[in-house]
């Protein structure tokens, strides 16, 4: 079975430019997950989606950070304008929800010049 | 969210067990204790969960504690593999299985 499938896995543009990083869940999966991780905050949790809706979006950082689940197999987190201090890993995440385990994509890589 | 201590590294020879601890005293009665690692540059891994019950799988056990207010993860033969950070995380369920890392605990393999 096809894991959660993030791309691009890497990422590098200037400052100012518009990044979207895509997301595609296990299939079946009703609850989606973006996580940030730097090496100063470690891991945090950005948003979450529940049967396509977005739940939380407590860690969103600010104006900049968007994110859209448009369907049930497809999530956008979009980054406009980006700035250096977004460059991080950027994971996305699925679960069937409750208690059940999340299952994390590889991520993307993103640099901001 | 219930806090967590763990230590911050440990250190074990390949095929030798592994004893993680994790305090989280401030744990609430429905919260669930998940255990994830997550290996050099790939995201996190779940390796198991529990509520109040010791629990088994095929990767690890988690003995969890009768006060629930502290639980250790097993890994009974590490290999070079196991090489990872762990993170303890308690989750209430009801807000929707949110994930809060820490800090976790890098584990160190020697062959």
């Known amino acids: 079975d096809a894991g959660v499938i993030q791309s691009p896995r890497h990422e590098v543009t200037e400052m100012g430019q518009e990044v979207t990083l895509r997301c595609k869940p296990i299939?079946?999966?009703?609850?989606l997950f973006w996580y940030r991780q730097t090496m100063m905050r470690g891991l945090e949790l950005l948003i979450y989606f529940n049967n396509n809706v977005p739940i939380d979006d407590s860690g969103m950082p600010e104006d900049r950070f968007s994110a859209k689940m448009p369907n049930a197999s497809f999530s956008t987190l979009k980054i406009q304008p980006s700035e250096p201090r977004d460059s991080a890993v950027y994971f996305c995440a699925s679960s069937l929800g409750g208690a059940q385990p999340q299952h994390f994509g590889d991520g993307t890589r993103l640099s901001i010049l | 969210d219930a806090k967590t201590t763990q230590p911050n590294s440990m250190e074990s020879n390949e095929e030798e067990p592994v004893h993680l601890p994790c305090n989280h005293s401030?744990?609430?009665?429905?919260?669930?204790i998940h255990w994830y690692r997550q290996l050099p540059s790939q995201g996190p891994e779940y390796v198991i969960h529990?509520?109040?019950s010791n629990v088994n799988n095929r990767m690890a056990s988690l003995a969890i504690a009768e006060d629930r207010k502290s639980s250790t993860l097993i890994l009974h033969r590490a290999t070079l593999r196991d090489a990872a950070v762990y993170y303890c995380i308690p989750t209430e369920w009801a807000a929707g299985n949110k994930l809060t890392f820490g800090g976790g605990t890098r584990v160190l393999v020697k062959p």
């Open positions: 299939s079946g999966h009703n609850s």
């Open positions: 529990g509520l109040t």
């Open positions: 401030t744990i609430s009665g429905t919260d669930y």
